[in-house]
């Protein structure tokens, strides 16, 4: 890699869900620069819409060159990617077997429940009575209940899972031990799960892999099923939990947006595509590609060996892509954000993630119309050493 000074990345700690005006510059003056993150070889970060689509989308960029590599990350210790540190054909077998279970159409399927789910856990915080907080009544239950449904957890253990699925996303939240400990409890309680589908079989999508992984080895071995049915329910519903009530409170701190939703609800499905692409969700750049040979990204050479971790979020502002990017449009007309990012590794469950923040949407602005933060906006309350950015609570009125 050239001798061009790394810069500390990434620029700022997170605050609430602004992007640093740094991002800006770069994308005007340097969309490719060479950065450091906290542990790790340096890397270049890409900060354009293009670039981080070429970087996410193009073959000569891989993720699994970063085994054996001192690769960039946030966390003192190298993690296990699983599924999400390789390239295909051996990423293609391993997605093959989940991806039936997030199509369009089964998450179409999903909907109806998933409003019913919605509408009794608004009913239930109204009856609670304001102020309530809706990361607890809301944010944090339905999207438990969703992914435990489709894959067969019980929601009843979801004290334990939840817990524990911070360690999917934790950067200096959790320590390495107790980060460790966590993984290793999810990965033995669905081991658990898998064993109780042999004696057990069943209809949902752990049966159905433990059906394959039994009937085909070559598919799918022992410990790829466990790594992979344990990232789908982290995954599956870590991420959204913060997402919604980030959603919320970009509405509610821009009330003349929540006015315009209530008054048009058909709006609905592409505000959560705006506000997807508005909202910063990661708090840092995380899995870093390898180009294969020398490819040039923005007008700069990138060697073959070289790392490069990309942007989402300065790509989703991307004034040569989206008509003024950093304000909110609800309808917005065409809207190509990244934030389920590109490629081979796009978010398997996008489709999943986009009907239930639609759902969530919808019932709010059905039943609680008047919503309202229920405490003076500085004194709302941010999680700290994750990889993503989320409130700790959000106590609304109504």
Same mark, same amino acid.
């Given at each position: 890699?050239?001798?061009?000074?790394?810069?500390?990345?990434?620029f /700022?700690?997170?605050?609430?869900?602004?992007?640093d005006?740094r991002?800006?510059?770069l994308?005007?003056?340097?969309?490719?620069?060479?950065?450091?993150?906290?542990?790790?070889?340096?890397?270049?970060?890409?900060?354009?819409?293009?670039?981080v689509?070429?970087?996410?989308? &193009?073959?000569?960029f /891989?993720? #699994?060159?970063? @085994?054996?590599?001192?690769?960039?990350?946030? *966390?003192?210790e190298?993690?296990? !990617?699983?599924i999400?540190?390789m390239?295909?054909?051996?990423?293609t077998?391993?997605?093959r077997v989940?991806?039936?279970? +997030?199509? #369009?159409?089964r998450?179409?399927?999903?909907?109806?429940?998933t409003?019913r789910?919605?509408?009794? $856990?608004?009913?239930?915080?109204?009856?609670a009575? @304001?102020?309530? &907080?809706?990361?607890?009544? $809301?944010?944090t239950?339905?999207?438990?209940?969703?992914?435990?449904?489709? $894959?067969g957890?019980? *929601?009843?253990d979801?004290?334990?899972?939840?817990?524990?699925s911070? #360690?999917?996303? !934790?950067? %200096?939240?959790? !320590?390495?031990?107790?980060?460790?400990?966590?993984?290793?409890?999810? +990965?033995g309680y669905?081991?658990?799960?898998v064993?109780?589908?042999? %004696?057990t079989?069943?209809?949902?999508?752990?049966?159905a892999?433990?059906?394959?992984? &039994?009937s085909?080895?070559?598919?799918? /071995?022992?410990?790829?099923? *466990?790594?992979? #049915?344990a990232?789908?329910?982290?995954?599956?519903?870590? %991420?959204?939990v913060?997402?919604?009530?980030?959603?919320?409170?970009?509405?509610?701190?821009?009330?003349?947006?929540?006015?315009?939703?209530?008054?048009?609800?058909?709006?609905?499905?592409s =505000?959560?595509?705006?506000?997807?692409?508005?909202v910063?969700?990661?708090?840092?750049?995380?899995?870093?590609?390898?180009a294969?040979?020398?490819?040039e990204v923005?007008?700069?050479?990138?060697r073959?060996?070289?790392?490069v971790?990309? !942007?989402?979020? /300065?790509?989703?502002? &991307?004034?040569?892509? +989206? %008509?003024? @990017?950093?304000?909110?449009?609800?309808a917005?007309?065409?809207?190509?954000?990244? =934030? +389920?990012?590109?490629?081979?590794?796009?978010c398997?469950?996008?489709?999943? @993630?986009?009907?239930?923040?639609?759902?969530?949407l919808?019932?709010?602005v059905?039943?609680?119309?008047?919503?309202?933060l229920?405490?003076?906006?500085?004194?709302?309350?941010w999680?700290t050493?994750?990889?993503?950015?989320?409130?700790?609570?959000l106590?609304?009125?109504w």
């Open positions: 890699m050239t001798d061009t000074i790394a810069h500390p990345y990434p /700022s700690p997170p605050d609430r869900l602004n992007l005006p991002y800006a510059e994308r005007r003056d340097e969309p490719l620069v060479r950065v450091q993150l906290p542990y790790g070889e340096p890397a270049w970060l890409a900060t354009r819409h293009a670039d689509r070429m970087v996410l989308g &193009d073959p000569r /891989s993720r #699994a060159a970063s @085994a054996g590599r001192d690769e960039p990350r946030n *966390v003192p190298q993690r296990e !990617s699983g999400l540190g390239d295909p054909p051996e990423h077998r391993l997605r989940v991806a039936k279970a +997030f199509t #369009a159409r998450v179409e399927q999903l909907r109806p429940g409003r789910v919605a509408g009794e $856990l608004v009913d239930g915080m109204v009856a009575g @304001a102020p309530a &907080d809706l990361v607890v009544h $809301l944010a239950p339905l999207p438990i209940r969703v992914i435990c449904d489709l $894959l957890v019980p *929601v009843t979801q004290d334990r899972f939840h817990t524990w911070e #360690a999917i996303v !934790s950067t %200096t939240a959790l !320590s390495p031990e107790r980060a460790r400990e966590y993984v290793d409890n999810l +990965f669905m081991a658990g799960l064993e109780q589908r042999r %004696t079989p069943t209809d949902d999508l752990i049966g892999m433990v059906r394959m992984r &039994d085909d080895g070559d598919r799918l /071995s022992e410990d790829e099923l *466990v790594r992979l #049915a990232g789908l329910l982290a995954a599956g519903h870590e %991420t959204t913060n997402q919604i009530p980030n959603l919320v409170y970009v509405l509610l701190t821009n009330p003349e947006q929540w006015a315009r939703l209530c008054a048009e609800p058909g709006l609905v499905p =505000a959560v595509e705006e506000l997807m692409r508005f910063p969700l990661g708090a840092t750049a995380a899995f870093p590609r390898y294969t040979e020398d490819v923005g007008g700069v050479l990138v073959a060996g070289e790392p971790v990309v !942007s989402i979020h /300065s790509a989703n502002r &991307d004034e040569r892509v +989206f %008509t003024d @990017a950093d304000q909110i449009d609800l917005r007309p065409v809207n190509p954000h990244v =934030a +389920f990012g590109h490629g081979v590794h796009h398997v469950g996008a489709q999943l @993630a986009r009907m239930e923040l639609q759902v969530v919808e019932t709010l059905e039943r609680t119309p008047g919503l309202r229920a405490v003076p906006e500085p004194e709302l309350t999680k050493g994750l990889l993503v950015r989320g409130l700790t609570s106590p609304v009125s």
